[in-house]
């Protein structure tokens, strides 16, 4: 493994280099996601007394700074480098809020806050948590559980819901315009208008920009189900999930870790590497996987870290506490 991996847990932050594990840093916090971004490390940390804030260090985690409150923040989620210092951060209750200083202080994104279709909205079973942020040359992109994909050709000034054709099998209406449950939205880096989503009734591709979607799972998937989904950044027609048995169970399908490949956008998946054990029933939060030039990584519940390597698969590390999320980095 060439990648460093910052590893989200429930007791603090982890880093896994090729020479072991280091942490955890901000203990007492729980990191629901963590970056690297210009040198500077970027957690969106939990703490039940001092709330949800964005601690960043510029010493490569032996120093930290916490962010000025975030107003109407219950839950920080997902921190997004958006250039020239400027971050995205997302959270629960479907909130998006934007930095131009580094991480120090945030405004609230108000075309979110006041969307339209937003009393629609309603939690899953994180919260009403805005997690995917994607930011593109051309267009913003985000994914709030439970309302859906949103798309903003402005800059984010408007919004507008991109869920046509992605159903919502939990409500009176299958095909609603907003208040499908995305788990996890991606936009691959070399092919534009090509998103890829995980949801939570199916897996999704488009090749629109959202104004569209073709469902996926049923194309060899052992499960429609599940929540990290990765891309591989030289071929647009690769990506990776981890399917997991129906919602009320939310373990690795058919009681094996797998993670699935397709290499033809979808029209077929097949179960990816040897050396990921079975039986097993852990699972991986919608943060769990991540990917690079080197390779893809994903994280389980039950503590233990796996990185691809050679065709196959290595646990990177194990025995840590619940890991909420996984993400490569350059240190």
């Not at 060439?2 to 989200?8: F, I, K, M």
């Not at 960043?56 to 923040?73: M, V, Y």
Request: with cysteine; charged share 20%; proline share 6%.
């Amino acid at each position: 493994m060439s990648s460093t991996l910052l590893v989200g847990t429930r007791k603090g932050l982890f880093v896994i280099r090729d020479g072991g594990v280091e942490g955890p840093l901000l203990q007492g916090w729980e990191v629901f996601h963590a970056i690297a971004s210009g040198g500077v490390l970027y957690a969106a940390a939990n703490h039940f007394v001092y709330g949800a804030i964005v601690q960043r260090s510029e010493d490569g985690g032996a120093t930290w700074e916490r962010s000025e409150p975030i107003e109407g923040l219950k839950r920080a989620w997902h921190v997004e480098p958006a250039g020239d210092g400027a971050l995205y951060l997302g959270g629960d209750p479907g909130c998006l809020f934007r930095s131009g200083d580094g991480g120090r202080t945030w405004e609230p994104n108000t075309a979110i806050a006041e969307h339209p279709t937003r009393e629609r909205w309603q939690p899953g079973a994180g919260g009403l948590c805005c997690h995917s942020i994607q930011v593109l040359p051309d267009a913003l992109y985000v994914a709030i559980s439970a309302a859906g994909a949103f798309r903003s050709d402005d800059g984010g000034e408007t919004w507008t819901p991109i869920n046509k054709e992605v159903a919502a099998d939990f409500l009176p209406e299958k095909y609603p315009e907003v208040g499908q449950c995305v788990h996890k939205l991606l936009a691959h880096p070399g092919r534009p208008g090509r998103l890829w989503q995980q949801n939570h009734c199916g897996t999704y591709r488009s090749d629109d920009r959202g104004e569209s979607w073709e469902r996926l799972d049923g194309n060899g998937l052992p499960s429609s189900f599940g929540f990290g989904i990765a891309l591989d950044p030289a071929d647009p027609d690769v990506a990776y999930v981890f399917p997991e048995q129906a919602d009320e169970y939310r373990v690795a399908a058919e009681g094996r870790l797998a993670v699935w490949r397709t290499g033809d956008a979808g029209a077929s998946w097949a179960p990816y590497g040897d050396g990921l054990p079975a039986p097993a029933w852990a699972g991986v939060l919608r943060e769990g996987m991540s990917f690079d030039a080197d390779g893809v990584y994903f994280g389980t519940q039950s503590g233990s870290v796996f990185v691809t390597r050679d065709g196959g698969w290595h646990e990177a590390a194990s025995q840590l506490p619940a890991i909420y999320s996984v993400e490569a980095a350059e240190l």
